[in-house]
């Protein structure tokens, strides 16, 4: 069965600061991965996502993520935070055999001025 | 693309009431997803549509809730009776087979 762990609940930096999110996936052929970024009383939003080739992907709003087969983990990067990325940010793995996404249980991060 | 279209926006009524949420999926899209969003049990997987045939709805929390799917560009999810603990907020969201999942903005669901 698939699973996403994302081991900090919260996570609190000071703008400026650089920022990473940590994603553990458990999937039992190459997964689809995905970051996707919840503001207060908005849906979902996708950051970024890995389907294949460069291991590095790019995404809106100056964020990165890595994808690490070794390690099962595709975590997510951002140089220098803006108090704009105070948000909930949601990890999800899925692939061509399986229908649905599964989502890790959220990171909610505050930046402090 | 106008993207995933639900409605209500908000929708707040009495326990013991019917409740019918809407989705207009992205055009297009042959996949549609049913969640809900609570702060004790987080995102939760309702049900999903391939080609307007629901695949799983093991999310589904009890018979009180049905989804349907009558055509590729709608989907309603139904809750009858109504109870207090329904209240989350409703997100549907569709996607062209194994892409990117685009998210409507939600349904707050308040039972009062």
């Known amino acids: 069965a698939q699973s996403v762990t994302q081991p900090d609940i919260h996570i609190t930096v000071s703008e400026g600061a650089s920022l990473e999110l940590r994603c ?5 052929a190459t997964p689809y991965l995905f970051w996707y970024v919840q503001s207060p009383g908005q849906g ?11 291991t ?3 995404g809106i709003k100056g964020f990165e993520a890595e994808f690490k087969r070794s390690q099962s983990s595709f975590n997510l990067r951002k140089p220098s935070v803006h108090w704009s990325d105070a948000a909930e940010y949601f990890c999800a793995v899925g692939g061509t055999s399986y229908g649905k996404l599964t989502f890790g249980q959220g990171t909610i991060l505050t930046v402090h001025p | ?9 908000h929708e707040v009524t009495e326990m013991g009431q019917e409740v019918t949420l809407r989705c207009k999926p992205i055009s297009g899209h042959d996949y549609l997803f ?3 969003q609570t702060m004790m049990r987080g995102l939760e997987l309702l049900i999903y549509f391939n080609n307007n045939v629901p695949i799983d709805d093991s999310g589904m929390p009890e018979d009180r809730f049905s989804a349907k799917m009558p055509n590729a560009s709608f989907s309603t999810l139904k809750i009858q009776p109504s109870e207090p603990r329904d209240s989350a907020v409703y997100f549907c969201a569709s996607r062209q087979g194994p892409d990117t999942q685009y998210f409507g903005p939600g349904t707050r669901l308040t039972v009062l």
């Open chain 1, 24 to 28: 553990n996936y458990s999937y039992g």
């Open chain 1, 44 to 54: 979902l939003q996708l950051l970024l996502k890995y389907f294949s080739g460069d």
């Open chain 1, 56 to 58: 590095l992907v790019q």
């Open chain 2, 1 to 9: 693309d106008a993207g995933v279209i639900q409605s209500p926006r």
């Open chain 2, 34 to 36: 049913w969640y809900r």
